[in-house]
């Protein structure tokens, strides 16, 4: 009977351990899918945070991308444009040299006689007003124009001024006049 006994509590003893093993498999996998189903979603949110911190990192150089760009092109054309101003003065400047030389050449005064005839039809002038140093065609103006001349600014550069009579109305024909009247009209902004 003891047999019967230790046989019969050998039997439940295994039938509880076998229980006992598939409840304990049954609860390492259920665990085990429950992990692994906590990991793929941690690992999924995860990746979802580090995609949207690595779009929010690439926007971030976008921006400063841009406004580098944004401030390297105003630096070009802010250098740009005081380079060609400079240019447009440097030129301006050999003009008015060109122009002085022009003055000290013998056609000079042929230029300067058809200049003031050419000038003279638009109004009745009798006043002519030189350069200092054109004065020295005083005596061929007066003769060929019968204009008066009279000595005028010293920054003349060269060509002359008409007066009337009441020295009221002024043609302005001066070197100085007309580089001041091309560089006015001159697109320093294109």
Not at 73 to 95: G, H, M, N, P
Not at 114 to 143: E, G, V
């Amino acid at each position: 009977m003891n047999e019967k006994i230790e046989r019969k509590l050998q039997y439940f003893e295994d039938a509880l351990r076998h229980d006992i093993e598939t409840k304990k498999k049954q609860a390492i996998s259920q665990l085990t899918a429950e992990l692994q189903k906590s990991s793929e979603e941690t690992i999924s949110q995860e990746a979802v945070c580090n995609n949207l911190k690595i779009q929010t990192a690439k926007e971030e150089l976008t921006r400063n991308t841009n406004r580098q760009v944004s401030q390297a092109k105003v630096q070009a054309i802010s250098q740009y444009v005081q380079t060609r101003k400079q240019q447009i003065d440097k030129l301006f400047v050999e003009v008015e040299a060109a122009l002085a030389s022009f003055t000290q050449v013998a056609e000079y005064e042929e230029y300067l006689l058809a200049c003031i005839q050419k000038a003279r039809q638009s109004s009745d002038f009798f006043i002519i007003k030189l350069s200092p140093y054109d004065m020295r065609f005083s005596d061929t103006i007066k003769t060929a124009t019968g204009l008066i001349p009279e000595e005028g600014s010293h920054d003349y550069i060269g060509g002359f001024a008409l007066l009337n009579e009441n020295r009221g109305i002024l043609s302005d024909h001066t070197f100085k006049a007309k580089i001041a009247f091309a560089k006015r009209d001159f697109a320093y902004d294109k």
